[in-house]
């Protein structure tokens, strides 16, 4: 005499499966909306934002420290290198700095429609020692067409914004016009920062406290 063995409906059995099926579903779902959450929550808590430029690749862009000054907007490097905030009178180039081994990439900061006063930022590789800064400063400096550049007999450390630098200042002259430059060196074994600022000597002090300090105050630099 045949047995018949009972069906025991599987997973995907068209049979209905009753309340322990609807309820493994609605676990499914609520575990399924915890994740989504968390995602989103840790999406929300991100120091970054993402940038994606032309071309498909993508870049996260870092955030300005502090809050900007007034008539200052945000900027954020699209390589992910530095943000700062800058006056909404000045644009932002990309630009080339003779240096004494290759050029350098660099961004130069200038009023609209003007060479001077500047403020150029570029990333030098491996830790550059603070008694190679004359020569690198002298050599991006005179790549610009100036000349008679003398740079102060030592160096001195100064804490402006979230970093210290070791600063240079010098002089020099550019087009017959005498300018005065501070250079800003911050080391690291992951690529050194180089800042330098220039303006004509007779309206140095303006550009100084007006726009270089308060950009300088607001970096912030990858890691």
Same mark, same amino acid.
Do not use: K
């Given at each position: ?18 309340? =322990? !099926?609807?309820? @493994?579903?609605?676990?499914? +779902?609520?575990?399924? &909306?915890?994740?989504?959450? $968390? /995602?989103? *929550? ?10 994606? =430029? !032309?071309?498909? @690749?993508?870049?996260?862009? +870092?955030?300005?420290? &502090?809050?900007?000054?007034? $008539? /200052?907007? *945000? ?149």
């Amino acid at each position: 005499m045949a047995t018949n063995t009972p069906q025991i409906p599987g997973a995907f059995s068209a049979e209905p499966r009753g309340r =322990p !099926a609807l309820a @493994t579903i609605g676990l499914a +779902l609520a575990l399924g &909306g915890l994740v989504l959450m $968390g /995602f989103i *929550a840790r999406a929300n808590e991100r120091p970054l934002i993402c940038h994606c =430029p !032309a071309g498909g @690749t993508s870049a996260m862009l +870092l955030r300005p420290s &502090g809050t900007a000054p007034a $008539g /200052f907007v *945000a900027y954020s490097d699209p390589r992910g290198q530095f943000a700062l905030y800058v006056s909404s009178t000045w644009s932002a180039a990309a630009t080339t700095l003779a240096t004494t081994s290759r050029p350098l990439a660099a961004t130069t900061f200038a009023p609209h429609g003007t060479d001077l006063p500047q403020w150029s930022i570029a990333t030098l590789a491996g830790n550059v020692p603070s008694t190679q800064l004359a020569a690198v400063v002298g050599a991006a400096i005179q790549g610009q067409g100036a000349t008679s550049f003398a740079p102060a007999v030592a160096t001195d450390r100064a804490v402006i914004g979230a970093y210290e630098w070791t600063h240079l200042a010098a002089t020099a002259e550019l087009h017959g016009a005498p300018i005065t430059i501070n250079a800003y060196l911050r080391p690291s074994t992951d690529g050194s920062t180089l800042v330098i600022d220039e303006s004509l000597t007779i309206l140095a002090s303006g550009p100084q406290q007006q726009d270089f300090t308060p950009m300088l105050a607001s970096l912030t630099l990858p890691g």
